[in-house]
């Protein structure tokens, strides 16, 4: 062991660490344990320095506030220290690769950012004059220009927050226009490896879900779909469909779907998550897609994570363009016009109603359109391309000892891999993604999609290095041969090196704590821990 001047070891770690000591604090060095806020906030205290405000009359009337509102209060350095600590706990694109299979998690270019903060766009607001916010009314149109433009479509809404809020858009497109045709059809189709939102927007919008088959290769299968539209005779409101889909994989009869789903009145919904495998490279709208959602989060290098800040614009065919909901930009002689009410319409414009209160998400457009000038349009079909390469040279690194549940073929973007390679090792999905994090990886997508058993699905995107990649592929092959070694231990008690072990997830999600009802005493000494 290496030791500095003094006799002290300088390596880091576990080296000459026969002593562990058990911290005052709880802290392991720079690994902080954080309360919550409420835990350590005082209700007397505040960051910012504000007059009291003399005497005014509230506007309420009885809704005004009766007892004092309770929130906790940090001061300026502490507020930081809290967020920062909490932020520390996170796993962030920025720290490490994140191979989330379907979420796709991708590097957010900084230029991206520094565009966002542009005071023109960073600071505006919704309700300013149109006047004033010209130039963002004219940012929100060419960023729609490119969506449409890469997907082949003709009109596209923006507003819409996430790609399932993109999906109830484009259903209520759907819904508005068999409704303007005097059709109430109630099947929507949906494949079995869809991602579950799909079954749940049909559903919300109060349509019965069919399932359709798969088949042996992973790809939807074209005679359960017509077997489908002949036993519901009319009845078909749409088709719910990824492409590629959720094993990775291009689903190669999707203009004789498109054909089917046409000639039974019905329409062809198509989930644009994995978008991002194909742009620059083929146009859904030319393969016969009516709607589509864009995660701009996922395709187009937003910030990606919980939930948001998220951007889902959804693209429409000519058949649906009339149905686009409001409000939405229109090119006529004197420049853009917003149009945001009923009374602003046209005739052909029949919009089912609106999404949201205002335009959209105005931060992830700017850096979208920011990722598209950026790249150009070679530039995108590089990403695509690149995208697709990851995931295969993934795919190939690991195939002689994982199982692919479809056969050594090239995959899209991402590679779904099964269970059977972990068959009588005593280790699951679930424990071997557990190990990955002892490693310093976010685990794969796991148990999705629901059509192969154990699923890890493994999305690289295209900005990860190739000498990331052979890290990568070198720790899972590491991690394989020890499940495959009977190093059982190794896997089942993951992770041991995380500030946390194993919650019980079922239990948070069965029974969630929603609201902090009992503040701990407002003390933060160690001391009064104890
Ligand atoms: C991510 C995803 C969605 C939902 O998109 P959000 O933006 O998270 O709402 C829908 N379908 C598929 C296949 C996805 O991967």
């Known amino acids: 062991m290496s030791m500095n001047t003094q006799g ?11 002593f562990r000591p058990k911290t005052f604090t709880g802290n392991r060095a720079l690994d902080m344990e954080e309360p919550l806020l409420f835990e350590i906030g005082r209700l007397d205290v505040t960051g910012v320095d504000l007059d009291e405000p003399e005497a005014f009359e509230a506007e309420l009337g009885t809704h005004a506030r009766t007892a004092k509102i309770g929130l906790p ?170 492409n590629p889909n959720t094993c990775g994989l291009f689903e190669r009869d999707i203009m004789e779907i498109a054909a089917a789903i046409h000639a039974a009145n019905a329409y062809f919904y198509c989930d644009g998550a994995n978008f991002n495998a194909i742009v620059g490279k083929a146009r859904p709208g030319d393969l016969g897609i009516d709607a589509m959602h864009i995660n701009l989060h996922k395709t187009f290098s937003t910030p990606h994570g919980g939930g948001g800040p998220g951007s889902g614009p959804v693209v429409l065919s000519s058949r649906l363009a009339p149905f686009a909901p409001l409000p939405f930009v229109r090119k006529s002689e004197g420049g853009l016009e917003l149009v945001e009410t009923e009374a602003g319409l046209k005739d052909g414009e029949k919009p089912f109603g609106r999404m949201t209160a205002f335009h959209g998400q105005m931060g992830m457009f700017v850096r979208a359109l920011t990722y598209m000038l950026s790249h150009g349009s070679d530039g995108l079909r590089l990403a695509s391309e690149d995208a697709v390469l990851n995931a295969n040279y993934v795919r190939v690194g690991l195939q002689d000892l994982m199982s692919l549940p479809f056969g050594e073929r090239p995959c899209m973007h991402e590679v779904l891999f099964d269970d059977s390679f972990l068959k009588d090792t005593g280790v699951t999905t679930l424990d071997f993604a557990k190990a990955m994090i002892d490693e310093g990886y976010h685990p794969m997508t796991m148990y999705f999609p629901l059509v192969v058993h154990g699923a890890m699905l493994i999305e690289p995107t295209e900005s990860e ?63 009064a821990a104890e």
């Not at 499940?483 to 500030?499: D, N, S, V």
Request: glycine share 8%; aromatic share 4%.
């Open 465 to 527: 290095s190739r000498a990331s990649l052979d890290l990568f592929v070198a720790t899972l092959r590491d991690l394989v041969m020890s499940a495959k070694r009977g190093e059982t231990e190794r896997f089942t008690g993951a992770p041991y090196l995380a500030p946390r072990r194993r919650l019980d997830e079922t239990r948070a999600a069965r029974s969630p704590v929603l609201t902090w009802s009992e503040p701990a005493p407002a003390s933060v000494t160690p001391a």
């Open 8 to 18: 002290r070891p300088t390596a880091a770690g576990d080296a000459g660490a026969a």
């Open 73 to 242: 209060g940090l001061s300026e350095p502490e507020t930081m220290r809290h967020y920062v600590r909490l932020s520390r706990n996170n796993y962030a694109i920025d720290s490490g690769l994140y191979p989330l299979g379907s979420c796709t998690m991708k590097h957010n270019p900084r230029l991206n950012e520094k565009m966002a903060r542009v005071p023109g766009f960073g600071d505006i607001h919704p309700l300013q004059p149109l006047s004033t916010v010209k130039g963002a009314v004219e940012l929100i149109s060419e960023l729609g220009d490119w969506l449409m433009e890469l997907t082949g479509t003709t009109a596209v809404a923006m507003s819409p927050k996430a790609g399932a809020h993109g999906e109830q858009c484009g259903m209520m497109a759907i819904k508005a226009a068999h409704i303007a045709a005097g059709r109430d059809p109630k099947i929507v189709l949906v494949p079995e490896s869809a991602h579950g939102t799909n079954p749940a927007t049909a559903a919300l919008l109060g349509f019965k879900v069919v399932a359709i088959d798969a088949k042996e290769d992973g790809t939807v299968d074209l005679a359960s779909v017509k077997k489908a539209i002949a036993e519901n005779d009319g009845n078909i409101a749409a088709i719910m469909l990824t």
